[in-house]
């Protein structure tokens, strides 16, 4: 952060009671300024990713959602990722491993192939985003879905669930019976 003194702050980005409930971070002199959104959301992925760790096991579903949510949710443009899990469960690694456009990303069965046996995954959650809000997957999503299915099984990789973030929301195909 640079060094400007206090005073010359506009009083928006200083502390005081009036705004109270803004994020505030301090900077290298000591002093409290306003946080912007995007230093706010980066530091919330870093918790996230501190609280879903190497080795770690997903045993509830809603602390899957909360990381996906936190991992995802600030995107304009699909993104489509993958936790890698050993056979307990437990998390190897999350990878984003391929990005596209606002309302679409081409996901390439071999190259997940690929990055599950590069991790040794002995499972996978998949996860998408959907930028425009809405989580209800597209007949697209199924099909990709599936045929990401059917290739890992060929390497005894098992496919948990595929969730998709749209907004605040999220939806499982597990819980839908999708998978």
Known sequence: MTHTSV???????????????QLFV???????????????IDAARQVVERSVSKGMKLN???????FLWLKLAGYD????GAIFLDTQHRVIEFSELFHGTLDSASVYPREVVKAALHHNAGAV??????PSGEPDPSDAD???TQRLKEA????????LDHIVVGGSDSVSFAERGYL
Do not use: K, M, Q, W
Not at 77 to 80: I, K, R
């Open 142 to 144: 199924r099909r990709i």
């Open 7 to 21: 005073a010359a702050l506009p009083a928006e980005s200083r502390y005081s009671p009036s705004n109270a409930s």
């Open 60 to 66: 509830t579903p809603n602390r899957v959602r909360e």
């Open 152 to 159: 890992l099984g060929l390497i005894e990789v098992r496919v």
């Open 125 to 130: 959650i998949f996860t998408h985003n959907h």
């Open 77 to 80: 443009h699909e993104v489509f």
């Open 26 to 40: 301090r900077d290298s002199d000591g002093n409290y300024l306003a946080a912007p959104d995007d230093r706010v």
